[in-house]
């Protein structure tokens, strides 16, 4: 009896997994087409996606993968949740990059960031903020000599805040501004008030004579001298402010140099004494004889380099310059006058003086009364304008004479004037022809 295999002899065939795919993600692990046996592969999703499933999956003995391939779906925030609070706008579910603005609730205060940012993984970043209760401060701390405002509230939130301010003669030292912290304190410490002083002022080579101090509030004020053979530079007088400056600088004393004896002037004279030297600040006035002005400063003073202040002045002769008079004439004949001269004026036919006709010059180069005006008189006009219509009628009446001849003439008629009557031209044969004045 022979004995046999029924059916064929097996094969061993190794196992080979096909390269598994999946839609909106990828393979992070190594990138082939067959995998083996026990083989594990990698996956991650896209941007804006989730993974539902697992990540890593393993080549079977079947070709299959296992776990099964995982799904890559679109990614979605959850609605943020905020206790004691809102957000802009309410959905169950936002797309990656959407932003979430958090408000908290009267009373409370928020802690951590006020916007958040769907991620593409699902998490919101920064993560989403807490609504605590907000406490709140007491009144103001109060200060010496001064005060904050708002200081009658009954009650201070957080956030709020309050200025303060001094007294007069008083300045604030520190921060003008606190505000009421979310913890129910007030931030920072208060200010100060101080007494407004000015630093004592000290001058050398002088003294104060006024506002010796020792102690200078606003407005106080000190006045200063130099001693002698020194000279002031700078205002005699400060003030001290409400900054704790002073409004002008202190002004210094420097030594002094005399001036010489100050020029004579031609005419003219000065108040001086005869001295060999004039200390410093002297001050000399310049005066001129009679019939002359001063041309320049009448006074000058003696400088602290020794030199005096401004050139000697001029004594200019006084001539009064005398106006063309229309229509009239001057008993004296010349263009300028000394001073105290008197000038006479007189108006010609026709005229008529309006003011003095004597007048003098002063020493300011004026004239006194002042200088008349010769205007036309109306009888003179009169006669011209009469003048004017008798010539007028005359040249008229003449015209017409003129005219009546020359008509006779064209007849063949000569008019004679004097026996006014006509005679035929053939028996005239000379006649001078006449008129009446």
């Known amino acids: 009896m022979r004995v046999a295999w029924s059916g064929e002899v097996p094969l061993c065939e190794k196992v080979r997994c096909p390269a598994p795919q999946i839609r909106n993600g990828r393979r992070v692990s190594d990138d082939r087409h067959v995998y083996s046996y026990k083989d594990n592969v990698t996956f991650v999703c896209d941007p804006g996606y989730t993974m539902k499933g697992h990540s890593l999956s393993q080549c079977q003995t079947d070709d299959t993968w296992d776990p099964p391939l995982p799904v890559c779906e ?3 925030c959850l609605g943020p949740e905020v206790e004691n609070g809102r957000t802009n706008g309410v959905q169950p579910a936002y797309r990656p990059r959407d932003l979430v603005v958090f408000e908290c609730d009267p009373g409370y205060t928020l802690s951590g960031s006020p916007e958040t940012q769907c991620q593409d993984d ?13 406490l709140q401060c007491p009144s103001p701390p109060a200060i010496a000599n001064g005060k904050p405002s708002d200081q009658d509230l009954a009650v201070f939130s957080s956030g709020m805040s309050v200025n303060y301010s001094c007294e007069p003669g008083y300045s604030l030292t520190g921060q003008a501004s606190i505000y009421c912290t979310a913890s129910g304190t007030w931030s920072p410490p208060p200010p100060r008030c101080e007494e407004v002083l000015c630093i004592a002022p000290e001058i050398q080579n002088g003294r104060k004579v006024a506002g010796r101090g020792p102690v200078y509030r606003p407005r106080d004020t000190v006045r200063f001298e130099c001693d002698p053979g020194y000279t002031l530079i700078g205002s005699h007088q400060i003030q001290c402010r409400d900054d704790r400056t002073w409004d002008l600088p202190v002004p210094v004393c420097i030594q002094a140099l005399p001036c010489p004896p100050p020029p004579f002037i031609v005419k003219g004279k000065h108040n001086a004494k005869p001295l060999a030297a004039f200390p410093s600040g002297t001050y000399v006035n310049y005066s001129c004889e009679p019939g002359y002005a001063l041309r320049g400063e009448a006074s000058i003073y ?12 001029l004594c200019e002769e006084i001539r009064c310059a005398f106006p063309e008079v229309q229509g009239g004439k001057k008993a004296v004949v010349g263009t300028t006058y000394r001073f105290g001269t008197y000038v006479t004026l007189e108006c010609d036919n026709g005229y008529v003086l309006e003011g003095s006709s004597l007048i003098q010059c002063q020493h300011d180069f004026t004239w006194d009364p002042p200088v008349p005006v010769c205007s036309p008189s109306s009888y003179n006009f009169i006669s011209v304008v009469l003048g004017i219509a008798g010539g007028v009628l005359l040249l008229l009446l003449v015209t017409r004479i003129m005219w009546k001849i020359m008509s006779k003439q064209n007849a063949g008629y000569y008019y004679t004037h004097e026996n006014k009557y006509q005679i035929p031209l053939a028996h005239v044969t000379e006649q001078k022809i006449s008129f009446a004045p």
């Not at 699902?122 to 807490?130: F, K």
Request: net charge neutral; proline share 21%; charged share 15%.
């Open 74 to 76: 679109p990614a979605t």
């Open 122 to 134: 699902g998490r919101w970043d920064p993560p989403v903020p807490v609504c605590e209760r907000m």
């Open 302 to 313: 003696c400088t602290t380099s020794g030199t005096w202040s401004l050139p000697s002045p």
